[in-house]
């Protein structure tokens, strides 16, 4: 069925229960026990249909819009309870209900959930109302002090019939025009299939304001009964509701449309003013009970027995008040702790990024000068080495003579890859992603490590498998990486007088791993080390940034690096890299993984 027949269907039932009601009123003779039976029990039933048309709304996935309708159906529901009470009096006692009744407060009550749903504004889906929600719960604790302040002294201390009716019916309509006046203004500062919905809800209310008044006026004059056509307007309403929740319901598509364009389009300067406002409205609530007070004490005119009661009741009142001020303040200290700690924090890091961003310059500073360095050391190395070649491989010079040049050969050499490694360290280029070998990549970090350890206590040992596959990557970054975790562990093992590293490569499945084992103290926190700005560092000696970069590093070439202590003491760095199963042939591996050959002197 489409939605335009299910709305037309929904317009002929409401016709028809209106037009049937109007029947048997007309019909049976006032005040028969026929006429009061089929009256209640049809006031019974629309609320049921009232539920039915609004609960069609209570599962989508966004809760405040869900809370929405679920309020509105509760309203509803208090009223079905109290008309059961009227039902129970008039269909089973065969009596009136009595004039001074205390569960008429169902009736009032049923006013609450609907201003409660005023508050969630359900056609914005995020809304920054910090403590509104606990302000709006002051004010309806509020409201419930000043029915049983204003109303109830006429029943409990001071039974007064006419005294009762007009304050009942003065604290009633005040609350049905709040009603009609929020729904009146939701519709209007919205636009669309919410406009259409805040619509509906809007006719509703008001004709149920004015059903309201018409039967007050009914039942001031006595010319009201149950089953009359006064009812009419009463149930009119309630089928009105059910037909916003159809209407609802049906255009639920372009309701989730209208809420994305009004989280784009609303301010957060609205949501501030709108927090304001709800915050000064509960402040004056609080404010306002030493007013009711002096006002009894010294303005009222009532009997003693009314104003004894309203002092209490202003008293006790006064508890939840206090209450919710007291969680309202404390939430609010919270919720400034927290922000002064994140701002505190925030500081912190900025002056961290800073520290960074000097040292980076610093680093790249550096970088150029060991780059020019190098290449200038590389000229006398290259003479060096062709000397000391000669010297070894001639047979002229004695047997002593050529050991002594072969050391001083092998030196240079060592000397050469050093600085080799040294540029590929330092070179600022865009990542290239080559066929590497996981072992010279860590064998040149470890070499590169070396000419900074200083302790004698602390090595590192080599565990390399010798035949692994290669790994896609980029031999640069990777090789800062392992240098990362490299000098973080003798950091750790030098503080700690001294310790051993232990990096072994294995093959695990479809991967490459490289283990870092050391012996030293482990880490406090192993689940944050790769949090940005975190480190146990001193002051001065560590950013945090390290290994945030390197886990950002393996993430990129498709891997895990992974951090745990071992139960004998130390931390263990576990990186897991894809391989490459295809073979290729040794020399290929080699040359991608080494460093790239230093200028040949010129």
Request: positive net charge; proline residues 5%; hydrophobic residues 45%.
């Amino acid at each position: 069925m489409s939605p335009s027949r299910r709305i037309a269907w929904m317009l002929g039932i409401w016709l028809v229960i209106l037009a049937v009601y109007m029947a048997v009123s007309l019909s049976l003779p006032r005040g028969s026990q026929s006429l009061l039976t089929f009256g209640n029990l049809v006031q019974c039933v629309v609320p049921l249909l009232a539920n039915a048309g609004l609960l069609l709304n209570a599962g989508t996935p966004h809760w405040r819009r869900n809370f929405f309708w679920m309020l509105i159906a509760l309203s509803c529901t208090l009223w079905m309870v109290g008309l059961f009470q009227w039902t129970y009096y008039e269909i089973y006692l065969h009596k009136p209900l009595p004039d001074l009744y205390p569960g008429d407060i169902l009736f009032f009550l049923r006013g609450i959930p609907l201003m409660a749903s005023l508050a969630l504004v359900p056609h914005r889906r995020h809304s920054q109302m910090r403590f509104g929600y606990l302000d709006f719960v002051l004010l309806l604790v509020w409201w419930t002090f000043f029915y049983v302040f204003t109303v109830l002294p006429w029943i409990y201390a001071s039974p007064s019939l006419g005294q009762y009716n007009h304050y009942y019916n003065v604290v009633t309509n005040i609350q049905n025009m709040v009603v009609v006046v929020g729904f009146g203004i939701l519709s209007l500062r919205t636009r669309g299939a919410w406009r259409t919905v805040y619509a509906n809800l809007f006719g509703a209310a008001t004709l149920y304001m004015l059903a309201s008044l018409a039967l007050d006026v009914a039942s001031d004059v006595k010319d009201y009964y149950t089953g009359s056509l006064y009812d009419i307007p009463l149930i009119s309403s309630f089928l009105w509701f059910a037909l916003a929740g159809v209407i609802a319901y049906e255009l639920r598509d372009k309701l989730d449309a209208t809420t994305e364009d009004y989280d784009d389009s609303e301010s957060d300067s609205s949501s501030k003013e709108k927090s304001l406002w709800a915050s000064r409205l509960a402040m004056a609530a609080v404010l306002s009970l030493p007013l009711f007070a002096i006002y009894t004490l010294r303005y009222g005119h009532e009997a003693p027995e009314v104003r004894d009661f309203r002092l209490m009741t202003t008293l006790v009142s006064a508890l939840p008040l206090a209450l919710i001020v007291f969680l309202r303040t404390n939430m609010a200290d919270r919720d400034r702790s927290r922000l002064l700690v994140q701002s505190q924090q925030s500081v912190e890091n900025l002056k961290r990024l800073q520290a960074q961003f000097v040292q980076s310059e610093k680093l790249v500073s550096l970088g150029q000068l060991a780059a020019g360095a190098a290449h200038e050391i590389n000229n006398p190395l290259a003479a060096i080495l062709g000397f000391s070649d000669l010297l070894a491989d001639d047979p002229s010079i004695p047997e002593k003579a050529r050991a002594t040049a072969a050391k001083i050969r092998d030196q240079a050499r060592r000397t050469k890859t050093l600085v080799g490694n040294l540029l590929s360290f330092a070179r600022q280029v865009p990542p290239e992603r080559t066929l590497l070998d996981i072992n010279t990549v860590v064998n040149n970090a470890v070499q590169l490590r070396a000419l900074d350890l200083r302790s004698a206590t602390t090595r590192v040992e080599l565990q390399l498998e010798s035949v692994l596959p290669g790994v896609r990557g980029d031999g640069n970054q990777l090789m800062q990486v392992f240098f990362n975790i490299i000098s973080n562990a003798l950091d750790a093992m030098e503080a700690a007088n001294g310790g051993v590293l232990t990096v072994k490569t294995i093959r695990d499945r479809s991967n490459v791993v490289v283990l870092f084992s050391d012996s030293g103290p482990g880490i406090k926190e192993p689940h944050r080390v790769f949090d940005p700005f975190y480190t146990t560092k001193p002051v001065g000696k560590g950013t945090g940034l390290g290994l945030s970069i390197c886990f950002g590093i393996i993430q990129e070439h498709a891997g895990r690096i992974l951090c745990y202590n071992r139960q004998e003491g130390g931390a263990v760095f576990r990186v897991e890299l894809p391989a490459v199963l295809a073979a290729l042939p040794a020399k290929e591996l080699q040359f991608a993984g080494a460093p790239v050959n230093p200028p040949k002197p010129s």
